[in-house]
């Protein structure tokens, strides 16, 4: 069974970086999809970000875009999301996910780990 860790979450001020890390254990992580979404009380859980199987194509929410980058390291089977100029909107609790198959998408994640508390003040 693929399980999915999380971390790097914290407290940060308006303008700074975080990095989190998806640790993916269980399955051979070139073998899936991984993608990154967020969530806040009262709040629908919200796409962030995707990568393919290779790096090759990576797809961003358009608030995140430019100041978001998403990378994976297949060889670690670790997952990022580098989070630079970072605003109070931000704010929430991000998950990583993975998917066995080619595309990446906004649905469909098979995979979820248990989420790292992101809060961004003003």
């Known amino acids: 069974q693929v399980q999915l860790a999380e971390s790097g979450g914290g407290l940060v001020r308006a303008g700074g970086s975080l990095r989190l890390s998806c640790l993916v254990s269980?399955?051979?992580?070139?073998?899936?999809?991984m993608g990154w979404f967020r969530q806040t009380p009262g709040r629908e859980r919200e796409f962030v970000a995707a990568?393919?199987?290779?790096?090759?194509?990576?797809l961003y929410e358009h608030s995140v875009e430019g100041r978001f980058t998403i990378s994976r390291d297949n060889v670690k089977n670790t997952g990022y999301l580098q989070m630079n100029s970072l605003k109070p909107e931000d704010t929430g609790v991000y998950y990583c996910?993975?998917?066995?198959?080619?595309?990446?998408?906004?649905?469909?994640?098979?995979?979820w780990g248990q989420g790292t508390q992101v809060t961004v003040s003003s």
């Open positions: 996910a993975a998917d066995r198959r080619a595309a990446v998408a906004l649905v469909g994640y098979d995979y």
């Open positions: 269980g399955g051979t992580f070139s073998n899936y999809v």
């Open positions: 990568i393919s199987l290779s790096s090759g194509t990576t």
